[in-house]
């Protein structure tokens, strides 16, 4: 099955505005929590990430929260800009020994001006 | 200076054909990974290697090989492709010295198998 899934395929929000983006994953034993940002054409780049020994990091306008007991995790974004718009993947692993990575499929999110 | 290139950018080829997708990377990293993209599924793990000479198992390895023959260089194999691994292939690296370090991408191959 999927371990890491993404509640919603696509949001659209007015610029300005504040926004959810949704995480859910499988493997109580996950302890690393990532999102990606894609452009069109373009590879994924880090956005924010967190371990499991905080539930929630802040960087500028981007915050991620994490419910260990849920087994989720969000991204929120304030103060949405058009350059905001792009696919948001995230991702979580676990230290098995060998780094290894599940991403979600990915939100794409659109700002309108 | 990018620091994950992958060649060709783009290839097709025929089912059946025999097709090497490279990626090489100059941050010093442990891992490198090996992607496919594709509409409604997001990012798959094909391969992945803790360093030359080491290969892991991803989520979606068949009809995949893979080598890593050194630090560098990380190449993925398709042997007999199908029409099925027609997709975007993404290579990544990552540090482990501080435990689940960023993922660095490279920019894509863009596969067409006929």
């Known amino acids: 099955g999927q371990q890491v899934k993404q509640s919603s395929p696509s949001l659209t929000v007015q610029e300005g505005g504040i926004l959810i983006l949704n995480c859910d994953y499988e493997n109580d034993m996950f302890d690393y929590f990532a999102w990606y940002k894609k452009y069109p054409d373009n590879s994924p780049t880090l956005l924010i990430s967190?371990?499991?020994?905080?539930d929630k990091r802040e960087d500028g306008r981007f915050t991620v929260f994490l419910n260990k007991s849920g087994k989720h995790f969000s991204l929120h974004i304030t103060a949405s800009q058009p350059e905001d718009t792009a696919v948001y993947l995230c991702?979580?692993?676990?230290?098995?020994?060998?780094?290894?990575?599940?991403f979600g499929k990915g939100t794409s999110l659109t700002v309108i001006p | 200076e990018a620091a994950v290139t992958q060649s060709p950018r783009n290839k097709v080829t025929v089912t059946g054909g025999n097709v090497t997708l490279s990626c090489r990377q100059t941050n010093s990293h442990n891992y490198m990974y090996w992607y496919r993209q594709d509409t409604g599924h997001g990012l798959r793990l094909i391969h992945y290697?803790?360093?030359?000479?080491?290969?892991q198992i991803g989520d979606v390895p068949d009809g995949y090989k893979a080598t890593r023959t050194t630090q560098e260089d990380f190449f993925l194999l398709l042997e007999l492709a199908s029409p099925s691994q027609t997709s975007l292939y993404f290579c990544a690296s990552s540090d482990d010295k501080n435990n689940y370090a960023e993922q660095f991408f490279g920019p894509g191959t863009r596969l067409t198998v006929l």
């Open positions: 290697s803790y360093g030359a000479g080491n290969l």
């Open positions: 991702a979580a692993g676990a230290d098995t020994g060998y780094q290894n990575f599940y």
């Open positions: 967190v371990r499991s020994n905080v």
